[in-house]
T-cell receptor
């Protein structure tokens, strides 16, 4: 069964460093998303992406964040200058239509 | 903004017992998702409900959406240790259907 994959599974970085989280969505899906979950808190929407552009973003998704679909298979989230409060589990999701989002296993980002 | 509440917050049941988890929305739902999350892992899509009064089943899990589309329940029949995890309900709104707003989750433990 096709699934969303994410790399790396765990990333440790120092404050101020740039990180890129990678995702391979399900191959025939057209909509892509990033969510995050700070330890012990709710899963929060960050951004949705369709037709090579951002369709919606939350207030969390500020200028430090960017997304890209560099080729036909990858979908990336970049954080330019990480802060301690960026430590969280980051989930990528994809969907064929606007509903039924399928999530990846997540990347645990630890900022020290 | 839309808010979701879940009850109970946590649940411990004996294997073989039935259980119900509830999800209540502050606004009418366009779509209601149920996901399962194993501790520290990704979200597994269980089912999605859209129509008032709709009911769906997958193996021993049944989810219902009320007629007013503001409440959903997830019922597990004859629970097993494999059902243990965190159950999340998520809402898609008509004005912003490409993002999912998640509830806080219900933690389920099943004692053999």
């Amino acid at each position: 069964e096709p699934e969303v994959t994410q790399t790396p599974s765990h990333q440790v970085t120092q404050m101020g460093q740039e990180v890129i989280l990678r995702c391979v969505p399900i191959s025939n899906h057209l909509y892509f998303y990033w969510y995050r979950q700070i330890l012990g808190q709710k899963v929060e929407f960050l951004v949705s992406f369709y037709n090579n552009e951002i369709s919606e973003k939350s207030e969390i998704f500020d200028d430090q964040f960017s997304v890209e679909r560099p080729d036909g298979s990858n979908f990336t989230l970049k954080i330019r200058s990480t802060k301690l409060e960026d430590s969280a589990m980051y989930f990528c999701a994809s969907s064929r239509g606007i509903l039924e989002q399928y999530f990846g296993p997540g990347t645990r980002l630890t900022v020290t | 903004s839309q808010e979701l509440e879940q009850s109970p917050q946590s649940l411990i049941v004996q294997e073989g017992k039935n259980l119900t988890i509830n999800c209540t929305s502050s606004k009418t739902l366009y779509g209601l998702y149920w996901y399962k999350q194993k501790y520290g892992e990704g979200l597994i899509f269980l089912m999605m409900l859209q129509k008032g009064g709709e009911e769906k089943s997958h193996e021993k899990i049944t989810a219902k959406l009320d007629e007013k589309k503001q409440q959903s329940s997830l019922h597990i029949t004859a629970s097993q240790p494999s059902h243990a995890g965190i159950y999340l309900c998520g809402a898609a709104s008509k004005t912003s259907y490409d993002k999912v707003i998640f509830g806080p989750g219900t933690s389920l433990s099943v004692i053999p």
